[in-house]
């Protein structure tokens, strides 16, 4: 038998969101000690969550899937049924009966019969104590022998987060050790910073690398894998919170898919709002589009929303982050392009063939982006969306379309009075503007990142404590006709003695990319999720004019060149982007 999946159950150091994992009615408890859960007589309990629900419009038309079965694991007497939803049609019930559980007797299911009502929707299974009860797991699982037995290199890349990615490298060996994988998966821990410190064991191999960024980390994780004759990939953050069930899902996957092409792309949730999805997969068009961006997990419809979804791995636009990215190396034509860090994962999916797939469960949980955006983050953001349409023929735009990506960027710098980001993001585009051999002199962004901080100093994070946190609002500048005002005014730069009448208001790490209160404001204090930091910056009519200027001319010399430029990065491509040239620079 192959497990599909085992049901998960809350932890208290990844998430605690009851409504992700099972919904109950009626006297329950939950173990996080022993990972169980206690029913009372007449209380019930539903998996039809994101964690636990199983996705098996996806199982059914990707993988190998011709038997299908649930076991289920505890003590106590109740009604199980297994239901089958689908979205704008009537659910199934492919099982109802009433069972007794032991420690030494789970109950198993046969629901080989699912595809006779379709297979567009998710299965999930609810359970009826009948007397006390305790559950203390379930898993779907099949006989269907798989089409390959993969052999799965994961590689992570670290930089200075000693204490995450030793924690994530020990949670991966103890994993392996234990599964039914543990011939056929390896870790490797590619540090950049070169400062953690960990042993190596005969499933974790620890490799200290120049620090040439993720693009320069990943790159050399895949080196490693290929030489190592792995059939698959896994690209990992350092810093991701996870659980262990994602590696045994995706290995799942991979073994059971029909085409060899497939790659598994994980979502991304963030720490701030764990009910909250921030991304299933993305679409790169001029910008990047998050899908299910926003979506509440916690709810049933929303769930099988996402899941019923037509996929969208035939996009050529479709890509996944490198938070979570399995993939067959078999696959890879492109290796990553050095862009230090932002946009390698984008161009690496839209350069290869992946048939990529998103699975629900599968999440990495992490910091608020907002958190970490910065002047240099931005810098690096702008490169990677110019060099996108430089260099991949899919999503090929015209020059003044490819040149309104940057002004949108130095649009929303200069209305939020984020001068010193728009001097970082003329950089950028000056630099892209110098031709592909600017990123192969610079992999390591060792200049570059100097340059940038020298340009930072009213948008430094300062202690709350030496910020004046006083708001002050004279009026809605969000709505209607002042909206429309201040963006025809370019947020006031337009405006005499604006600086002097402007509101003032203190804005969260949560609406930091918003303009509900930017609008109409002079001066803007932002404060980080913790609410322990902040900065304030202030409206500048002679920063903003000197920026448009500078703005102007490197329009006109980025159309007039787009051509010519574009010719010299295709040109280049291949080698920025081979195995070869990160063999060389790694040296």
Same mark, same amino acid.
């Given at each position: 038998? *192959?497990?599909?999946?085992?049901?998960?159950?809350?932890?208290?150091?990844?998430?605690?969101?009851?409504?992700?994992?099972?919904?109950?009615?009626? @006297?329950?408890?939950?173990?996080?000690?022993?990972?169980?859960?206690?029913?009372?007589? @007449?209380?019930? *309990?539903?998996?039809?969550?994101?964690?636990?629900?199983?996705?098996?419009?996806?199982?059914?038309?990707?993988?190998?899937?011709?038997?299908?079965?649930?076991?289920?694991?505890?003590?106590?007497?109740?009604?199980?049924?297994?239901?089958?939803?689908?979205?704008?049609?009537?659910?199934?019930?492919?099982?109802?009966?009433?069972?007794?559980?032991?420690?030494?007797?789970?109950?198993?299911?046969?629901?080989?019969?699912?595809?006779?009502?379709?297979?567009?929707?998710?299965?999930?299974?609810?359970?009826?104590?009948?007397?006390?009860?305790? &559950?203390?797991?379930?898993?779907?699982?099949?006989?269907?022998?798989?089409?390959?037995?993969?052999?799965?290199?994961?590689?992570?890349?670290?930089?200075?987060?000693?204490?995450?990615?030793?924690?994530?490298?020990?949670?991966?060996?103890?994993?392996?050790?234990?599964?039914?994988?543990?011939?056929?998966?390896?870790?490797?821990?590619?540090?950049?910073?070169?400062?953690?410190?960990?042993?190596?064991?005969?499933?974790?191999?620890?490799?200290?690398?120049?620090?040439?960024?993720?693009?320069?980390?990943?790159?050399?994780?895949?080196?490693?894998?290929?030489?190592?004759?792995?059939?698959?990939?896994?690209?990992?953050?350092?810093?991701?919170? =996870?659980?262990?069930?994602?590696?045994?899902?995706?290995?799942?996957?991979?073994?059971?898919?029909?085409?060899?092409?497939?790659?598994?792309?994980?979502?991304?949730?963030? @720490?701030?709002?764990?009910?909250?999805?921030?991304?299933?997969?993305? *679409?790169?068009?001029?910008?990047?589009?998050? &899908?299910?961006?926003?979506?509440?997990?916690?709810?049933?419809?929303?769930?099988?929303?996402? !899941?019923?979804?037509?996929?969208? #791995?035939?996009?050529?636009?479709?890509?996944?982050?490198?938070?979570?990215?399995?993939?067959?190396?078999?696959?890879? !034509?492109?290796?990553?392009?050095?862009?230090?860090?932002?946009?390698?994962?984008?161009?690496?999916?839209?350069?290869?063939? =992946?048939?990529?797939?998103?699975?629900?469960?599968?999440?990495?949980?992490?910091?608020? =982006?907002?958190?970490?955006?910065?002047?240099?983050?931005?810098?690096?953001?702008?490169?990677?969306?110019?060099?996108?349409?430089?260099?991949?023929?899919?999503?090929?735009?015209?020059?003044?379309?490819?040149?309104?990506?940057?002004?949108?960027?130095?649009?929303?710098?200069?209305?939020?009075? #984020?001068?010193?980001?728009?001097?970082?993001?003329?950089?950028?585009?000056?630099?892209?503007?110098?031709?592909?051999?600017?990123?192969?002199?610079?992999?390591?962004?060792?200049?570059?990142?100097?340059?940038?901080?020298?340009?930072?100093?009213?948008?430094?994070?300062?202690?709350?404590?030496?910020?004046?946190?006083?708001?002050?609002?004279?009026?809605?500048?969000?709505?209607?006709?002042?909206?429309?005002?201040?963006?025809?005014?370019?947020?006031?730069?337009?405006?005499?003695?604006?600086?002097?009448?402007?509101?003032?208001?203190?804005?969260?790490?949560?609406?930091?990319?918003?303009?509900?209160?930017?609008?109409?404001?002079?001066?803007?204090?932002?404060? @980080?999720?913790?609410?322990?930091?902040?900065?304030?910056?202030?409206?500048?009519?002679?920063?903003?004019?000197?920026?448009?200027?500078?703005?102007?001319?490197?329009?006109?010399? =980025?159309?007039?060149?787009?051509?010519?430029?574009?010719?010299?990065?295709?040109?280049?491509?291949?080698?920025?982007?081979?195995?070869?040239?990160?063999?060389?620079?790694?040296?």
């Amino acid at each position: 038998m *192959i497990t599909l999946q085992n049901i998960i159950f809350p932890n208290r150091n990844i998430c605690t969101e009851y409504e992700l994992y099972f919904h109950t009615s009626g @006297n329950s408890g939950f173990s996080s000690e022993t990972s169980s859960l206690w029913l009372a007589a @007449n209380s019930n *309990i539903s998996f039809d969550t994101f964690f636990n629900a199983l996705s098996i419009g996806k199982w059914h038309t990707e993988c190998q899937l011709e038997n299908l079965f649930l076991t289920v694991e505890g003590e106590g007497e109740g009604e199980l049924l297994v239901v089958f939803s689908k979205s704008g049609r009537s659910w199934e019930i492919l099982y109802s009966e009433h069972i007794h559980l032991s420690a030494d007797a789970p109950h198993t299911v046969d629901l080989s019969h699912f595809h006779q009502h379709g297979t567009d929707g998710i299965i999930f299974f609810k359970l009826k104590a009948l007397q006390d009860t305790t &559950l203390t797991g379930a898993r779907y699982h099949t006989d269907t022998p798989p089409e390959i037995r993969p052999k799965l290199a994961i590689s992570i890349t670290t930089f200075r987060r000693e204490a995450e990615v030793q924690n994530t490298a020990a949670r991966l060996d103890a994993l392996v050790r234990e599964s039914d994988y543990k011939d056929d998966i390896r870790v490797f821990v590619v540090d950049n910073g070169q400062t953690a410190i960990i042993e190596d064991t005969e499933i974790v191999t620890y490799m200290p690398n120049a620090n040439l960024g993720g693009a320069g980390g990943f790159a050399r994780g895949l080196m490693e894998a290929e030489n190592g004759n792995f059939t698959h990939c896994l690209f990992m953050d350092d810093d991701a919170t =996870f659980h262990m069930e994602n590696i045994l899902r995706t290995y799942a996957f991979l073994a059971l898919t029909k085409d060899p092409k497939t790659a598994l792309a994980g979502a991304m949730i963030s @720490n701030t709002h764990k009910w909250r999805m921030w991304e299933s997969g993305a *679409i790169f068009d001029r910008t990047c589009h998050p &899908l299910f961006c926003g979506l509440d997990l916690r709810y049933h419809d929303n769930i099988l929303e996402m !899941e019923v979804t037509p996929s969208r #791995h035939d996009d050529p636009r479709f890509y996944g982050g490198w938070w979570y990215f399995a993939f067959p190396i078999a696959a890879v !034509e492109n290796y990553p392009f050095p862009f230090f860090v932002r946009g390698d994962d984008i161009n690496f999916s839209l350069t290869n063939d =992946f048939k990529i797939n998103t699975l629900n469960g599968i999440v990495s949980f992490q910091d608020d =982006f907002s958190d970490k955006e910065t002047a240099q983050t931005l810098y690096l953001d702008l490169r990677n969306h110019l060099v996108q349409h430089l260099t991949v023929e899919a999503i090929h735009i015209s020059a003044t379309k490819c040149a309104n990506i940057s002004l949108w960027f130095l649009a929303r710098a200069l209305s939020r009075f #984020h001068y010193e980001t728009a001097e970082a993001l003329l950089l950028s585009w000056n630099d892209v503007l110098s031709g592909p051999g600017f990123f192969a002199a610079n992999a390591d962004m060792a200049t570059r990142r100097s340059d940038i901080g020298k340009l930072i100093n009213d948008e430094k994070w300062k202690p709350v404590s030496d910020l004046d946190l006083d708001e002050h609002i004279g009026y809605d500048a969000h709505k209607g006709y002042a909206r429309k005002f201040f963006r025809t005014t370019l947020n006031g730069h337009l405006l005499p003695f604006f600086s002097m009448w402007g509101n003032r208001p203190v804005i969260c790490s949560l609406d930091r990319s918003s303009f509900a209160k930017v609008w109409g404001a002079s001066q803007l204090t932002y404060l @980080n999720a913790a609410m322990d930091k902040g900065y304030t910056v202030k409206h500048s009519k002679l920063r903003f004019f000197a920026l448009s200027a500078k703005i102007f001319w490197i329009y006109i010399r =980025f159309v007039l060149g787009y051509n010519k430029l574009r010719k010299a990065y295709k040109n280049e491509y291949p080698k920025l982007a081979s195995k070869g040239f990160w063999n060389k620079v790694s040296k």
